[in-house]
């Protein structure tokens, strides 16, 4: 009972289907704390599917899910697609991850003082400090994706879901952001699962890689990565 | 290597469109267009008399120069109550607005606040701009305010459609992320989709007002103020025609210039919402 506790996220013969194709099925999967997971497959494979179930946007086709049931749990995703607001300023996109922690009259007129100042050295740290008044909509691509994992880092979640989270960024930017979200779930005795295709980031960040298989919903594996490959 | 490219040219042959697709929604309403226009013209009669025309336009047009400048003054005078009643009147429609257009958007309200509230929003727009003048001359009597009132209620009735309608074309992802993020409706909407929409929803506010410069300069023809009161003036008396024309070459002045830099700011700030301004 105290190990079911323990575990961020448990799922138990967990299957979808995207029309009558099954992605997958019987995924038996249990995320303990401090813990990073890459989710790895070609596209197309379910990946961003699986994300989606976890976070609760799809129902699953059958088995069960569950979740630590305490009050300061919580699970939040860097969408693929960004979903910034565009016409808003960089550090207004950024504040914004940490509205769910705050009332609709407490942001009313703008963001508490020490909401912003941790956002600013979030923004410091990813190089977007210096367009903090511009707007969203005038970044480059690698620069949106950076602002999108600020704020969902800003929302300081249990469970972190990443899509993609450094698809469009250079490999350095790539191994910073990835080295940022591991140190701040770490730090907070949170997990992160993280959809990448690259293997040399799988072999340098992942405790774990979960590797869904694209013809055969059930051939899933589940593997350790073991630490002496880490740099 | 040539089998294969016929084959393939068969095949994207086979996908182009036929004849028929043409007659879509756009399609057939277009030819409805065409057959009620030419369908109508029979019916369109002129006095029937042998006027000569052109004769009759170039002695008008003569009256209107050269133009009497000597008015000048006091026609300034008349645009810039003009241009105050505008501004006035499109300020408080902008707030009025922006409470009624969340009634009005679908993506924010329940159905039963939004179909009366559409509703409304229809019977004030269905009344024309110079209706609503005659209507708040008689309520507060021949001035200024009568004109504010007016173009308040009547740019309300566009501005709130407008408004709601940007908000419901406005992209909602930002929205739906922040949402999944813990941000409570208000939250969402404030820091998600409103900074989307407040670019469209601000070029909409500087065309109403370059709208109701226009809207103002001839209401004042019923007695609410501005410079269509000029208009009336000089139009009624004899040998006023060159007098007119002054008050018409400022009316064509402001509003060109309105016009121009209207446009010159909605285009930038759509560009920069889209990214395309660096």
């Known amino acids: 009972m105290m190990e079911a506790e323990s575990k961020l996220l448990r799922t138990e013969k967990l299957g979808l289907k995207l029309g009558k194709r099954w992605l997958f099925r019987s995924l038996d999967l249990s995320v303990p704390p401090g813990c990073f997971v890459a989710v790895t497959g070609p596209s197309g494979v379910g990946k961003t599917s699986l994300l989606r179930l976890l976070a609760g946007d799809l129902p699953p086709d059958e088995g069960f899910m569950s979740f630590p049931e305490n009050k300061k749990f919580g699970i939040s995703t860097i969408f693929q697609d960004l979903l910034l607001a565009n016409g808003a300023s960089v550090l207004t996109n950024a504040l914004s991850g940490c509205l769910g922690r705050h009332s609709d009259l407490s942001t009313l007129f703008g963001f508490p003082h020490s909401e912003k100042e941790a956002c600013l050295v979030m923004l410091e740290a990813f190089g977007l400090s210096n367009k903090s008044r511009q707007w969203a909509s005038i970044l480059s691509r690698g620069e949106r994706q950076r602002l999108a994992i600020c704020r969902t880092l800003l929302a300081g979640p249990t469970l972190l879901l990443a899509d993609e989270p450094v698809a469009s960024l250079d490999p350095e930017w790539g191994n910073r952001s990835l080295e940022f979200i591991k140190s701040t779930q770490l730090e907070m005795g949170g997990s992160a699962l993280c959809s990448l295709h690259d293997e040399a980031q799988v072999q340098r960040f992942a405790d774990y890689a979960l590797r869904l298989h694209p013809e055969s919903p059930e051939a899933w594996v589940w593997e350790k990565i073991s630490s002496e490959k880490k740099q | ?278």
């Open chain 2, 1 to 278: 290597m040539g089998m294969g490219k016929n084959l393939l040219r068969e095949k994207a042959m086979k996908t182009l469109v036929p004849w028929h697709s043409r007659f879509d929604l756009m399609g057939i309403t277009f030819l409805l267009f065409l057959a009620g226009a030419i369908g109508s013209l029979p019916s369109i009669e002129g006095s029937g008399r042998n006027l000569d025309y052109l004769g009759n336009l170039a002695r008008f047009a003569e009256q209107f120069f050269p133009p009497d400048w000597s008015i000048l003054g006091q026609t300034l005078d008349g645009l810039m109550e003009t241009i105050q009643i505008a501004l006035v009147s499109t300020f408080l429609a902008i707030a009025l607005s922006f409470v009624i257009s969340l009634g009005a958007s679908r993506n924010v309200s329940p159905p039963w606040v939004l179909w009366p509230t559409r509703m409304a929003l229809n019977v004030i727009r269905t009344i024309p701009s110079l209706l609503w003048a005659l209507l708040c001359v008689v309520l507060v009597g021949s001035n200024s305010l009568a004109g504010v009132i007016a173009l308040t209620f009547y740019s309300t009735g566009y501005l709130a459609k407008f408004f709601s309608e940007t908000f419901e074309s406005t992209d909602p992802s930002a929205q739906k992320a922040l949402k999944s993020l813990g941000a409570g409706p208000v939250q969402a909407f404030q820091y998600g989709l409103w900074p989307n929409a407040r670019p469209i929803v601000w070029s909409h506010c500087l065309w109403m007002l370059e709208y109701n410069v226009r809207s103002a300069s001839i209401i004042g023809y019923v007695g609410a103020g501005g410079i269509g009161l000029h208009l009336k003036l000089y139009a009624e008396s004899a040998n006023s025609w060159n007098k007119f024309s002054v008050v018409l070459l400022c009316i064509l002045a402001i509003v060109t210039l309105l016009d121009f830099t209207g446009e010159r700011i909605r285009q930038s700030l759509r560009d920069k919402l889209e990214g395309k301004q660096i």
